[in-house]
């Protein structure tokens, strides 16, 4: 469950909105504390401002962030199809296994969520670096440890977010095998975006390496991100496997059925 449905399981549970309606923002003190913060965030937007955000003249939100959206969205489909099956008639026994999957899924999802705003604050933090004070020697000696600083961050950042959409693949291949078989396709464009969500991730890995003076550093990362990439392609193309075969199978036996 997303902390929203547990609010609002809570809500009603305990008759908080038996009165007059029981509002969150206002009613829950750390959402009241966290509410100017929140409004600054990408993720709190609603899809079409971020879309628009993201479509506008502004160099941020960019790649980055939406890499790590794709793998927020891929994670979210598996949790889906998670808990789909969990209710699905006849599969009883078989809730606490699709619960433990939802949960993790909940966990990658959220991660992910938390990625698309930290990307966007690594990008900034290079610009603010770059835009520091360059008169003096001491001056432009500062600025060069700062823009590495905040470079090598900028780099960071969406390794982890290729880390953290790969972890997706676990369990969108546990529901493409296992999971309810009405979802499959579900699943599967769940892959399809943690495989988009690792490749974007490490074309930003790619690119801010290469301003690095720490080369071996940078070697690292790029070389870890170059396997975590090769992993990605050959899971999704393993799990579209697993798809397009149940799909066809389904579609076979709707031919049938219909003849």
């Not at 929203?4 to 309606?21: F, H, N, Q, T, Y």
């Not at 999802?109 to 603010?128: H, P, S, Y």
């Not at 008169?135 to 700062?146: L, M, P």
């Not at 490749?199 to 301003?211: D, E, P, R, S």
Request: proline share 3%; glycine share 6%.
């Amino acid at each position: 469950m997303t902390e929203a449905e547990i609010v609002r399981v809570a809500v009603k549970s305990m008759g908080l909105d038996d009165l007059k309606p029981f509002d969150p923002a206002e009613k829950i003190i750390e959402y009241v504390l966290a509410a100017e913060e929140k409004m600054n965030k990408l993720i709190d937007m609603t899809c079409a401002a971020f879309a628009d955000e993201t479509a506008s003249e502004s160099p941020a939100p960019g790649g980055g962030s939406i890499a790590a959206y794709l793998g927020a969205l891929g994670a979210a489909l598996a949790t889906m199809v998670a808990n789909l099956s969990s209710h699905k008639a006849g599969w009883d026994n078989r809730w606490q296994e699709f619960s433990d999957w939802a949960v993790k899924g909940q966990q990658i999802k959220d991660d992910l969520l938390r990625l698309v705003d930290e990307d966007t604050e690594a990008f900034n933090g290079v610009m603010a670096a770059f835009g520091l004070p360059k008169t003096t020697d001491e001056e432009k000696a500062a600025r060069s440890v700062a823009i590495q600083a905040a470079t090598k961050y900028a780099t960071e950042i969406p390794f982890r977010t290729m880390q953290r959409a790969f972890d997706a693949f676990e369990v969108i291949r546990a529901m493409v095998e296992h999971g309810n078989p009405n979802s499959v396709s579900d699943a599967g464009v769940g892959a399809l975006c943690a495989r988009s969500a690792v490749m974007g991730a490490y074309l930003n890995v790619k690119i801010n390496a290469a301003g690095l003076k720490d080369r071996d550093f940078a070697d690292e990362m790029l070389a870890k991100g170059a396997e975590i990439e090769r992993k990605a392609i050959e899971a999704e193309a393993e799990i579209l496997g697993v798809v397009n075969k149940k799909v066809g199978e389904q579609l076979e036996f709707d031919r049938v059925a219909i003849r």
